[in-house]
C-alpha cells in the first residue's frame, strides 16, 4: 500500500498509508474500533476505491482490477454468508464464478470443508448453523479459491476460547504450507502477538508502529500503542538529567528512577513512563530504596500461574504482575519498584492524556 487514502463523505478513515506485506507472511493490522481497519482490507480486496495511493502486488497495481481478478480471498467481519445455498454451495461460489471445472470444485470443497473441520456439515444453509460454524465456513470459502493473498477481518470474533485457539493454528498452518500472504485485522492483541510475523498498529486512520510483535511489545513508538498492545502503568514525571543512554527521572509518586530511551529529553522535562506489569515489583513498605514509591496493595488476584496485584499509588493505579508462589500478600501498605533491568519506555508528556483509549 503506497499513500492510501479512503474517504466516506466528510470521514477520513485511511489517511494516507504505506505499508508492505511481505510474501507468506502474516500482518495483523491491530487497533481500536473504528480506526480504519476494515476500510484498508477491503481497499486491498478492491470492494473500496482509494481517493489517492496505489495498492500493489509483487510490484505491479492492481487498482483497476476487480475483487475476483486480484487473487484475494477475503474472509468479512460480517462472515456475508450467502443465506440461500449450502455451506457447501458457499464454498464452491468462488470457484464456480472463476468458471473452474466440476470435478475440480467437488475436490476443493472437500479439502477447503475438511480443513476448517466442517465436512459434516456441507449441505446445511447458514441459518442452520452456530456463529462459529458460519465463520469457518466462510474461512473455507477463502480458502477454496487457493488465494495468494488472504484477508481475514476479526475471523476469530465469534469463537469461543478452544475453537478459536485450533482454528489460529489451522490457519497458520494452512498458511505456512501453501505460503499464502495473509492479513489478519484483529482488535485482539494476544491473537496478534500469537498469529502475527509482523504487526501494524492502527490508530485514527494511521499506522502508528510497524514491527515483530515483540519488538513491539517491548518498545512501542507513542504511548499509545505502550496502552493498546499489552498492559502498561502510566507514571508522570520530570526529567532531572541525562546519564548517559539514560534519563533520571523523579516520579509524581515520589521516587528517582532510571530509564533508557531513544527519544531526546531535556533536564525539567515532562514525560509519561509506561511500565508493564511485569516490570515492576512489590517491596515491604519500610524498603527506604529512593528508586521504590510508596503505595498501597488492594488486592491480588491470580491468574494461571501468576499473580496479579491491583496497587494505588497515589492517584496512580498500577497493576503488578509477578508469579505465584505461596501465598499472596495481605493488603495494605507497600513500596513499589521497577525490577532490575526492566526498560520502561519513556515519552514527552503530551497535555492532552494520550493513548487511553481509541
Ligand atoms: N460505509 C461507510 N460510510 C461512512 N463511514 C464509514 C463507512 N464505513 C466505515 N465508516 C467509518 O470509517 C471509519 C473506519 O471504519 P472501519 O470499519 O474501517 O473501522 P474498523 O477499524 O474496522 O473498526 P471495528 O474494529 O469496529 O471493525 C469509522 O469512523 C467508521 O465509522
Ligand atoms: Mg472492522
Known amino acids: 500500500m503506497d499513500g492510501v487514502r479512503v474517504r466516506y463523505g466528510q470521514t477520513l478513515a485511511v489517511r494516507d498509508v504505506t505499508l508492505s506485506v511481505a510474501p507468506s507472511e502474516i500482518l495483523a493490522l491491530l487497533g481500536p474500533s473504528g480506526c480504519g481497519k476494515t476500510t484498508l482490507l477491503r481497499t486491498i480486496a478492491g470492494f473500496i476505491r482509494a481517493e489517492a495511493g496505489r495498492v500493489l502486488v509483487d510490484g505491479a497495481g492492481i487498482d483497476h482490477l476487480p475483487p475476483g481478478k486480484r487473487g484475494v480471498g ?32 467437488i475436490r476443493r470443497v472437500e479439502a477447503a470443508l475438511a480443513a476448517v473441520r466442517m465436512d459434516a456439515f456441507g449441505a446445511r444453509r447458514p441459518g442452520a448453523l452456530s456463529g462459529g460454524q458460519q465463520q469457518r465456513i466462510a474461512l473455507a470459502r477463502a480458502l477454496a479459491i487457493e488465494p495468494s493473498i488472504l484477508l481475514l477481518d476479526e475471523p476469530f470474533a465469534a469463537l469461543d476460547r478452544s475453537l478459536r485457539l485450533d482454528l489460529q493454528l489451522e490457519i497458520k498452518r494452512i498458511q505456512r504450507r501453501f505460503g499464502v500472504t495473509c492479513v489478519l485485522v484483529t482488535h485482539d492483541q494476544d491473537e496478534a502477538m500469537s498469529m502475527a510475523d509482523r504487526m501494524a498498529v492502527m490508530r485514527g486512520g494511521e499506522v502508528e508502529q510497524v514491527g515483530p510483535p515483540a519488538e513491539v511489545y517491548d518498545s512501542p513508538a507513542t504511548a499509545f500503542v505502550a496502552g493498546f498492545v499489552g498492559t502498561t502503568n502510566r507514571l508522570h514525571g520530570r526529567v532531572e538529567a541525562r546519564e548517559g543512554a539514560a534519563y533520571r527521572v523523579r516520579l509524581d509518586v515520589g521516587a528517582t528512577v532510571t530509564a533508557e530511551s531513544p527519544r531526546g529529553f531535556a533536564a525539567g522535562d515532562r514525560v509519561l513512563l509506561c511500565a508493564r506489569p511485569e516490570q515492576l515489583a512489590l517491596r515491604p513498605a519500610e524498603d527506604a530504596d529512593p528508586a521504590a514509591w510508596p503505595a498501597r496493595l488492594r488486592l491480588s488476584m491470580p491468574l494461571g500461574p501468576a499473580l496479579i496485584h491491583d496497587v494505588e499509588a497515589g492517584t ?4 503488578l504482575h509477578q508469579s505465584r508462589h505461596g501465598p499472596p500478600p495481605p493488603p495494605g501498605p507497600v513500596r513499589v519498584a521497577l525490577l532490575p533491568g526492566a526498560r520502561p519506555s519513556l515519552f514527552p508528556a503530551s497535555l492532552s492524556p494520550e493513548g487511553d483509549s481509541a
Open 316 to 319: 496512580a493505579e498500577l497493576k
Open 74 to 105: 477475503i474472509v468479512f467481519q460480517s462472515y456475508a454468508l450467502f443465506p440461500h445455498m449450502t455451506a457447501a454451495q458457499n464454498v464452491a461460489y468462488g470457484l464456480e464464478a472463476r468458471g473452474r471445472p466440476k470435478a475440480e470444485i
